[in-house]
C-alpha cells in the first residue's frame, strides 16, 4: 500500500531522486550509526547519481542528509549556505551530533558506472579512526523521494514473485487500473472516496487527511506564488533567466481583457513557476518527482482559477484520484527518468492531472481512466536528456506542455462515454517496456539527445 503522502512529499530541489532520495538515505544511515566510533564517512554515487550528480546537487544532498537535515524541514534558503559552510570547514556534525572531518572534494566519490540492481545506486560506508569499516550499506534511489536499501529491493522483487503478498490490508486494494475501476464500480465509489477509505485503514482519520492534503496545496500554491515573484538567472551556469515573473505580469495585464489564450497562459506560468523553484533549490512537492513538480501544481490552480465549482473538497478530490494513479505507475512501472526516461516522470504527471481533473470535472471513473490513459499515450518515448546536467533545459518547459496536455485530455476523454481501445493498464505496460529499451544515454545520463547537442559555457 502506497500512501497518498508516500507519493506527495515535500521536499527541496532540484530533483527527487537525485536530491531528496539521497538526502533521505544519507540521513537515515547517519542516525543509525553509533556516531561516537566513527571517524570518517565516505559516499560513493554511481550510475545516473554520479553522472548528473552535480548538476541536481547530489553532492550537497547526502552532505546534508550526513549532518542531519532531510528534505521535508530543511529550510531551503538555508540549506546552500550550510554547504558552502560544509565545504569551506571541511567537516560536519554527523547526524547533527558528532563534528568529524568530511572533505567533499574526496569524500564523495563519483562512479559513472551504474549497480546492477537501479541506475540510481549510493555506497555509504563508515570507518573508525583505524580505517575498519565499521557500516557498509548499498541504497537505491528509486525516483519522486523512495529508497531502498539493496536488501530491502531484493526482497521486494522476491515477494512481488509471490501470488498473495500482502503487507496491509485495506478495504480496497488495488493492483492495476483494471482493479481499480471494478473496486470502484462494485462499490459505488468514486477513485477519490476509494483512496479515502484506503488511507484511514492506514490508521489516519478522515480529517488528517484533509489537513495533510491542504498543506500539500498550501506549499504547492506558495511555490507558485514565489515563482511569480522572484526574478533573476538560475543556478548552474547555463544562464537561464526564470520567466514566469514576466509571464505572471502580463497574463495580469491580460485577466479581465479579451484574450483568449489567457487561461493557457496561466496554466504555462504556474508550471513554470514551480519548476523555475525547482531548479534554485526551493520547497516544492515531488507529485510525483521534483523534475515534473509543476504538471499538477499548474493544473490544479487551473482548477481552482477558472472552475466555478472548484471548492476545498474538489482540491483534495483532485490529488487523491491523482494519488491512485501516480500509485500504478509506480507499483507497475516506473517515476523514474534514470530508468524509464522523462515519461516516467512528465508523462506520468500529466497522466495522474488528467484523471484528477476528469474526475472534479464530474466523469465516470471509466472516463477518469480513459484521461490517464490519453496523457500517458501521447508522453511515450519522452528523453530525459537535461543540459549540463541541471533540471532547466528543457525540463521547466515541458511542464508546461504537460499540464497542457492533461487539460486536453480529461476533455476528450469528457468528450466519450469512457470506452477506448487502448487501457491505462496497457500503456503503463507500453511505458515501461519503451523505457526498458530506451538506450542509457537518453534517462537522466546528460549523455545523449538535447544534452550533447546544445552548446553550453
Known amino acids: 500500500m502506497i500512501s497518498v503522502f508516500d507519493l506527495f512529499k515535500i521536499g527541496i530541489g532540484p530533483s527527487s531522486s537525485h536530491t531528496v532520495g539521497p538526502m533521505i538515505a544519507a540521513h537515515t544511515f547517519a542516525s543509525q550509526l553509533d556516531g561516537a566510533r566513527v571517524a570518517s564517512v565516505t559516499v560513493t554515487l554511481y550510475g545516473s547519481l554520479s553522472l548528473t550528480g552535480k548538476g541536481h546537487a547530489t553532492d550537497r544532498a547526502v552532505t546534508l542528509g550526513l549532518a542531519g537535515f532531510h528534505p ?5 534558503d538555508e540549506a546552500g549556505m550550510i554547504w558552502q559552510t560544509i565545504r569551506s570547514n571541511k567537516t560536519l556534525a554527523l547526524a547533527g551530533r558528532y563534528t568529524m572531518p568530511f572533505d567533499t572534494d574526496t569524500d ?33 534511489s528509486l525516483g519522486g523521494g523512495f529508497i531502498a536499501r539493496r536488501e530491502q529491493l531484493l526482497a521486494e522483487q522476491l515477494s512481488a514473485e509471490q501470488e498473495g503478498v500482502e503487507k496491509i490490508t485495506v478495504p480496497y486494494p488495488f493492483a492495476s487500473a483494471q482493479a481499480l475501476l471494478e473496486q470502484c464500480e462494485n462499490n459505488q465509489l468514486t477513485v477519490a472516496e476509494l483512496v479515502l477509505a484506503n488511507e484511514q485503514a492506514l490508521g489516519r482519520a478522515v480529517e488528517e487527511v484533509n489537513a495533510g492534503l491542504d498543506r500539500l496545496w498550501l506549499v504547492m500554491d506558495g511555490c507558485i506564488d514565489r515563482g511569480c515573484r522572484t526574478e533573476g538567472e538560475l543556478p548552474g551556469g547555463l544562464q537561464v533567466q526564470r520567466r514566469a515573473p514576466d509571464l505572471f505580469k502580463r497574463w495580469q495585464q491580460e485577466v479581465d481583457g479579451d484574450n483568449f489564450l489567457q487561461v493557457m497562459d496561466w496554466v504555462s506560468l504556474c508550471a513554470m513557476a514551480v519548476n523555475e523553484e525547482n ?54 512501472a516506473s517515476i523514474s527518468a534514470a530508468e524509464v526516461g522523462c515519461q516516467g516522470e512528465i508523462g506520468v504527471a500529466s497522466s495522474m492531472a488528467a484523471a484528477a481533473l476528469a474526475a472534479v470535472w464530474g466523469g465516470t471513473v471509466a472516463q477518469v481512466e480513459n484521461a490517464a490513459e490519453i496523457a ?72 545523449g539527445g538535447l544534452a550533447v547537442n546544445v552548446v553550453y559555457c
Open 279 to 332: 531548479a534554485a533549490g526551493g520547497r516544492v512537492v515531488t507529485a510525483p518527482t521534483n523534475g515534473a513538480a509543476g504538471v499538477i501544481p499548474a493544473v490544479l490552480a487551473f482548477h481552482k482559477q477558472y472552475d466555478k465549482q472548484s471548492s476545498p473538497e474538489s482540491m483534495r478530490a483532485f490529488l487523491l484520484t491523482a494519488a491512485a494513479v501516480g500509485v500504478l505507475y509506480k507499483r507497475n
Open 72 to 76: 521535508a524541514t530543511v529550510n531551503s
Open 108 to 140: 564523495i566519490i563519483f562512479v559513472d558506472k551504474p549497480l546492477p540492481e537501479h541506475p540510481n545506486g549510493m555506497l555509504f560506508t563508515a570507518c573508525d579512526s583505524d580505517g575498519n569499516t565499521l557500516v557498509e550499506t548499498v541504497w537505491f
Open 376 to 447: 500517458m499515450e501521447h508522453h511515450l518515448g519522452m528523453t530525459c536528456d537535461p543540459v549540463a546536467g541541471l533540471v532547466q533545459v528543457p525540463c521547466i518547459e515541458r511542464n508546461s506542455m504537460g499540464a497542457v496536455k492533461a487539460i486536453n485530455a480529461a476533455r476528450l476523454a469528457l468528450c466519450g462515454d469512457g470506452c477506448h481501445r487502448v487501457s491505462l493498464d496497457q500503456v503503463i505496460a507500453t511505458m515501461y517496456q519503451t523505457g526498458r529499451d530506451m538506450q542509457d544515454i537518453y534517462k537522466e545520463t546528460s549523455l
